[in-house]
């Protein structure tokens, strides 16, 4: 096990030392999310002095025109990702069709992300994430995109939060960095992680029980609660997943009426969600099938998520499996 302390770019580099044939190309490409992650976050803390807030094509008090931060934030991972040359092709919740990569067009990876998950909370200060997923380039097309969430290469999140913190794995146990503003480098702080086998916190968003297409799923929350479970939604999904890896329990976006898929999107929320929570000891489950081997239909995606320590969500699939 790495030690605590380690920077990030030292323990991306002990990584590819593990592979005799690795051509460092996986680590300049997690280097430049975490460039990226880096300029991400300093917007982040200075969303509300800067003027970002607020609708796209305001004009700011430096007479610049204004982007809202989820745009910024993809600009800001476009451009990096770009510029490594790493990627082959990029797909971004904030863009319609992927980019395919001039400089990349020989890469061996393909990369898709949430530029800046739980946007809608910035305004009320409340922890935000970039989500990523790599898979290996498999063709010249959207096939490199519909690939099982079970190949994934490489799998992270960074939260905007009380702290900055990079959650990375890459098929090798979970990891967990904090931001050191103070040197500018991300310090191994959560070596291993591991998600507790038992939680006491469930989360979801009971203001849809109304609408949920299961009626088992209710008597699931209900069986928690007799069992003494506390609630915790933020209604930001890193946030509700970072709480969820360190502290046990469950977190799930179900199927409703409305959203008959739910509203989470395969890509780059669920997928690399669980490979991160079941490298950590975790499951996660659509309600029928595991996460992980769910076939992409298309880019954008949903799945119903229900993810978390392995008692809880064992216990959901006797209730709806
Ligand atoms: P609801 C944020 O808008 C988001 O995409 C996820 O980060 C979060 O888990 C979910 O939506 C919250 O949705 O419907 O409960 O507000």
Redesign the pocket.
């Known amino acids: 096990m790495a030690e605590k302390g380690m920077d990030l770019n030292r323990f991306i580099l002990e990584e590819e030392r593990k592979h005799p044939l690795a051509t460092g190309s996986l680590s300049l490409a997690l280097m430049a999310i975490e460039s990226a992650a880096k300029i991400i976050a300093s917007h982040v803390r200075m969303a509300g002095l800067a003027d970002i807030l607020g609708q796209a094509g305001k004009v700011n008090v430096q007479g610049e025109e204004v982007q809202k931060l989820d745009e910024l934030s993809n600009t800001i991972m476009i451009q990096h990702l770009l510029d490594s040359g790493q990627f082959y092709a990029l797909a971004s919740e904030e863009l319609t069709e992927p980019i395919y990569s001039h400089k990349g067009k020989d890469a061996k990876y393909v990369v898709a992300f949430d530029p800046l ?5 910035i305004d009320v200060n409340v922890s935000i994430g970039t989500i990523f997923s790599i898979h290996k380039r498999i063709g010249d097309g959207e096939e490199n995109f519909l690939q099982k969430g079970s190949q994934q290469i490489a799998a992270g999140y960074i939260i905007y939060g009380s702290s900055v913190m990079f959650v990375l794995t890459t098929g090798n146990g979970v990891n967990g960095f904090t931001y050191d503003p103070a040197v500018g480098m991300f310090l191994l702080s959560h070596p291993d992680m591991k998600i507790p086998e038992k939680g006491k916190i469930y989360s979801i ?1 009971e ?2 029980t109304h609408k949920w297409t299961d009626e088992n799923l209710i008597k699931y929350i209900d069986q928690l609660k007799s069992e003494g479970y506390t609630s915790r ?1 933020i ?4 946030a ?1 997943v970072h709480r969820t890896l360190i502290k046990g329990g469950m977190f799930g ?1 179900p199927a409703d009426k409305k959203n008959t898929n739910g ?2 999107r395969l890509l780059y ?1 669920a997928a690399p969600m669980s490979f991160i929570i079941e490298q950590a000891g975790g499951k996660a489950t659509t309600g029928k099938e595991n996460i992980l081997d769910v076939k992409p239909e298309s880019i954008h995606q949903r799945v119903p998520v229900f993810l978390g320590s392995k008692k809880e969500i064992q216990q959901l699939l006797e209730f709806i499996g």
Request: net charge negative; hydrophobic share 20%; charged share 20%.
């Open positions: 998950d739980g946007s809608s909370n968003n203001a849809n939604y209604g930001s999904m890193v509700d976006y509203k989470l929320e």
